[in-house]
């Protein structure tokens, strides 16, 4: 009979010696259990007998289930980043090593410790993990001692460091394990594909220079930065992207575009990156990448990552927002379609089906990419996975969107979340629109700052991220758990969206977790009791009047009035059944009020503390604590 790559994992950590006293190996005890602390076990034995309790699974593979539906609908997604949530400080002396340790085991995240994660994340309620990029990095101006997973120097090859030297697999065969493990735990996993930007030392860059932009002189030539634009120009630009009109985008000055040249005719390494001679005898290099819109965005440079160039018009031969996300409509013709390039980018994700089975993919800067390559990507990937999901990066939930085929985007939920006047606008807006597809429900993601980063290891980000998980739950979203949230992690991931300046002194590169070294605070949750049960609660509840949450149709998301503005209440109504949320979004402060109901008399149960509320006189007089929320399931009205 077969041997699967898991058993196979299985066997051979059996086989592994104990380890001897001076090299303890110590795990978060949150890993198996619900509790903070950490315990030192032998590692081999250790992960073994979590892989043999999924192997032992009766068997409820995911792929068997569903399979005629949008399964996206019904996702409760956990979010991954497999070298920082694995990561941990395994020798207690103080630092997580960028090397294995003597025992050959790592410290930074791999996909064993992965493995090891699923029947937690699956205790936690989800039945989805994503995964932000695995495959293997570029080594050229890289960002932190590990480099950012976005630059991609080989998209079908996985990054090395995933890897576990102890057992002498490799990364692709621990990666084919992991998702036979959350396959046999009936667990999907989507994996976030990057399609848009590369590593700035591709291993294309030396088959295919076409495929890139190349700017005069060489690589230390400072004069190189995002186009400016001045105020007037940037009206212009904003009125016609307003417009949807993308006839003759303004462009960049005649300076700035003049530092791009054709594609080199010859090219060597120097000081770790590759530079090409044109046919003037030139030097010429690649040019990095930056935060593509608004046009006057300043998000730090990325040094790493580079644009691919999708089109090959002559007159558009330079990186700016008309370039790799607008799109002037110059370009809109086949003839300048960079055929090549396409092609390659569309056999990626069929080649992950086949190689690793995976059941969905998140498309990185989706809103960058030509809408005609993205509906070429999906069709691509559902010729043999019909069921097969696609998520976009996008902040809008629109019929476009789903049109081109995606079954779920980010959605704009964490940029709202935090405000109650801003989530009352949303939600007014989105109860009489409808949703046209499934966002994302959470309060952060990897770009974003944490619920908890204003107020770190206290009970007032406890208490609002308590808050904004559970009024995301109950929305018409997909529930999704950023990683380490569960335990009120705060350090930001990644400086992307809704920083400050001060925030962009305070965190350099070598402090993000999406560059450098990095373990979550498994030990002490930072300091608050985690949010694990609680989460299993809420998730438990939704499960069970998922048809009503899940209901994005007009009229569905009703916000009742409550005398305390700080109290926020959202009715979830779908035919003849309604749940109501009431949430306070103060995390530091108890906050009352006062609710009114068409019926006179009567009691309410709440479902997440199980206790009862009356209601007399058609009044509710309710007072919360700090971040508390309550669901009631109303009565039936005739």
């Known amino acids: 009979m077969h041997t699967t790559h898991l058993e196979s994992v299985f066997h051979l950590l059996r086989q592994l010696p104990s380890l001897p006293e001076d090299q303890a190996y110590h795990i978060p005890q949150l890993w198996t259990s619900d509790l903070p602390g950490t315990a030192e076990v032998q590692p081999g034995r250790y992960y073994s007998d979590i892989i043999g309790s999924i192997l032992g699974q009766p068997r409820t593979d995911s792929a068997d289930t569903e399979r005629k539906s949008r399964w996206s609908e019904s996702a409760v997604v956990y979010n991954l980043f497999v070298r920082l949530t694995a990561a941990f400080d395994h020798n207690r ?4 090593g960028t090397e294995p340790l003597e025992s050959g085991f790592r410290e930074t995240g791999t996909l064993l410790k992965a ?3 699923l029947p937690y994340i699956s205790r936690l309620g989800a039945n989805t993990v ?10 050229a101006n890289r960002k932190g001692n590990l480099g950012s997973p976005y630059a991609v120097k080989d998209p079908f090859a996985i990054d090395p460091m995933l890897d576990e030297p102890a057992l002498g697999l490799g990364a692709d065969f621990l990666l084919k394990a992991f998702v036979e493990a959350a396959h046999l735990l009936g667990m999907r996993v989507v994996f976030e594909f990057v399609f848009r930007t590369a590593a700035i030392d591709s291993s294309w860059v030396t088959t295919h220079p076409s495929w890139f932009y190349w700017l005069s002189g060489t690589s230390g030539d400072n004069r190189y930065g995002p186009p400016f634009f001045d105020q007037e120009t940037l009206n212009a630009i904003h009125e016609k992207i307003d417009r949807h009109d993308h006839q003759n985008l303004p462009a960049p000055s005649g300076e700035y575009t003049g530092m791009f040249v054709p594609p080199p005719t010859s090219l060597a390494e120097r000081n770790g990156s590759m530079e090409g001679i044109g046919e003037n005898g030139e030097p010429c290099h690649i040019a990095s990448a930056f935060s593509d819109w608004p046009p006057d965005d300043r998000q730090p440079p990325w040094t790493d990552v580079t644009y691919l160039k999708m089109h090959n018009h002559p007159d558009f031969n330079y990186i700016a927002y008309n370039t790799i996300r607008m799109y002037d409509a110059a370009l809109d013709n086949p003839d300048t379609i960079n055929r090549e390039l396409w092609d390659t980018i569309l056999s990626i994700i069929p080649w992950y089906q086949e190689h690793y ?5 998140m498309i990185d800067m989706g809103h960058a990419l ?8 999906v069709a691509s990937a559902r010729k043999s996975m019909p069921d097969f999901a696609f998520w976009d ?15 779920a985007v980010f959605g704009s939920l964490p940029f709202v979340i935090h405000d109650p006047v801003f989530i009352r606008g949303l939600l007014n807006y989105l109860n009489k629109t409808g ?3 499934p966002f994302f429900g959470t309060g952060e993601n990897h770009n974003t700052p944490r619920v908890c980063h204003r107020n770190p290891c206290s009970e007032t980000g406890r208490n609002h991220a308590m808050f904004i998980f559970t009024l995301s739950a109950i929305l018409p979203t997909i529930p999704f758990l950023h990683s380490g949230m569960e335990i009120c992690e705060w350090h930001p991931v990644n400086l992307g969206l809704n920083f400050d300046e001060n925030d962009r002194s305070g965190f350099p590169a070598e402090t993000l977790p999406l560059f450098s070294t990095f373990s979550y605070d498994w030990e002490t949750t930072n300091r608050v009791e985690p949010l694990v049960r609680y989460i299993r609660t809420v998730l438990s509840i939704r499960k069970k009047h998922a048809e009503l949450i899940r209901c994005g149709d007009k009229g569905s998301i009703v916000l009742p009035y409550v005398t305390e503005p700080e109290l926020l209440a959202v009715l979830r109504k779908n035919g003849t059944q309604s749940l109501l949320f009431i949430g306070n979004s103060n995390g530091e402060t108890p906050k009352s009020g006062v609710i009114e109901f068409a019926f006179p008399e009567g009691t309410l149960f709440d479902l997440i503390e199980e206790r009862n509320y009356t209601v007399s006189d058609h009044k509710l007089n309710i007072s919360c604590k700090p971040g508390q929320c309550l669901l009631f ?3 039936q009205q005739n």
């Open 435 to 437: 949703v046209a597809l």
């Open 370 to 377: 030509p809408g005609e390559l993205k509906r070429m990507i």
């Open 633 to 635: 399931e109303l009565p």
């Open 357 to 361: 089975g995976i059941d969905g993919a």
């Open 93 to 96: 002396n103080g630092t997580v």
């Open 393 to 407: 990066e996008n902040f809008d939930p629109t019929p476009a969107v789903r049109d081109e085929g995606f079954d």
């Open 130 to 139: 994503y995964l932000l990029p695995l495959t293997a990095i570029g080594k």
């Open 115 to 117: 493995i090891a994660l």
